[in-house]
């Protein structure tokens, strides 16, 4: 959704479209907590959905715990630090907006891989 602290074209579009489709949108992230609720104020998710401090253990129990309460989980990520949530998650969309390389392992352990954020709206899940 963002890096370097400024946010991908797009992404609050991208949000409101998935709310307004009925689909909850959440934060995990092991960047610091205050950023990521600069964040989700931004791109308008309630602070109740943004998990501060994931690592990648704590991404997959994130995950585990949304299909729990039952959640149909689509986990979008961009590095080695998602592989264990895209192994849990419904589905695993890698994206690369990130513009970073990104090991074979990680492209291996994604279902979909997408070069921008906006490409998730034409995902049917």
Do not use: W
Not at 48 to 53: K, L, M, P, Y
Not at 58 to 66: N, S, T
Not at 83 to 101: G, H, M, R, S, W
């Amino acid at each position: 959704m963002a890096a370097g602290g400024k946010v991908f074209p797009y992404v609050s579009e991208v949000i409101k479209t998935l709310r307004n489709r009925g689909i909850h949108t959440f934060i995990a992230s092991g960047d610091r907590a205050k950023s990521l609720y600069e964040l989700a104020e931004i791109i308008n998710i309630p602070e109740e959905n943004v998990f501060e401090t994931a690592n990648t253990k704590r991404k997959r129990e994130i995950v585990a715990k949304l299909q729990e309460e039952g959640y149909k989980v689509m986990m979008v990520g961009n590095g080695p630090n998602d592989i264990l949530a895209f192994e849990k998650a419904d589905l695993a969309v890698l994206t690369l907006e990130q513009d970073e390389k990104v090991s074979k392992k990680v492209f291996d352990a994604a279902d979909i891989v997408i070069n921008q954020i906006c490409q998730i709206l034409d995902i049917e899940f």
